[in-house]
């Protein structure tokens, strides 16, 4: 091919608005990433939190409760939330103690914290670089995997709530004696059984 036929190709393909993409970017022409995705820290910060914080039981009071319904079923339509009769319950809690252990060592970075209430005994904290679970994210009755319906982009919705979480208290440090305030979410199938593991929202002071 002369030259000057291919530059009147390029000359065709550039006055035609043309443009050579990728085969990611035509699959999201195709098929646009879900609007959530773009929002997600906004939803933690206006939404998921906040929730949480308004939504938390005290953790002995929560446990209390749980112990005296008729079932666990029932507990959590009552004291609870689940979204779909597969998944686990989600409870929202406060627990206030002091700190007595500090484990940065692995990337599901914790701290244990011992409950002012006494009923409430040594609790796990998540403090990062990465959580377990979407604890967080389920908690929340804005959405659900139904605004989603791609396991893959619901799962990648579940992280960046987690890493908005995280990074609310990133730079703080946590130290053995340390008294704190924690709102957060836990998960279970079954009657909560100790140690807990809880997936902050916040973290005070």
């Known amino acids: 091919m002369s030259t000057r036929v291919i530059w009147a190709v390029m000359a065709s393909l550039l006055l035609s608005g043309c443009r050579i993409v990728s085969e990611k970017q035509l699959a999201?022409?195709?098929n646009p990433p879900n609007a959530n995705m773009a929002k997600a820290a906004?939803?933690?910060?206006q939404k998921i939190a906040p929730q949480v914080v308004a939504s938390a039981k005290p953790l002995g009071t929560l446990l209390t409760q749980i112990g005296q319904a008729k079932d666990f079923d029932?507990?959590?339509?009552?004291?609870?939330?689940?979204?779909?009769?597969?998944n686990p319950c989600v409870f929202t809690v406060s627990v206030t103690g002091t700190i007595t252990e500090v484990n940065t060592t692995s990337r599901n970075g914790q701290i244990v914290i011992k409950g002012d209430d006494a009923s409430v005994g040594d609790v796990k904290v998540q403090i990062g670089?990465?959580?377990?679970?979407?604890?967080?994210?389920d908690s929340y009755r804005g959405l659900?995997?139904?605004?989603?319906?791609d396991q893959n982009l619901f799962g990648d919705f579940g992280k960046a709530i987690n890493q908005r979480a995280i990074?609310?208290?990133?730079?703080?440090?946590?130290?053995v004696g340390g008294k704190v305030t924690v709102y957060?979410?836990?998960s279970a199938f079954d009657t909560p059984q100790p140690?807990?593991?809880i997936t902050p929202a916040k973290i005070t002071p």
Request: aromatic share 18%; hydrophobic share 30%; proline share 4%.
């Open 28 to 30: 999201d022409l195709k």
């Open 42 to 45: 906004q939803l933690f910060d």
């Open 74 to 86: 029932t507990a959590c339509q009552q004291y609870g939330y689940r979204s779909q009769e597969e």
């Open 129 to 137: 670089p990465t959580f377990r679970g979407t604890d967080l994210r």
């Open 144 to 149: 659900s995997y139904a605004d989603f319906n």
């Open 167 to 175: 990074g609310s208290f990133a730079q703080r440090t946590f130290a």
């Open 184 to 186: 957060g979410a836990f």
């Open 195 to 197: 140690p807990l593991l």
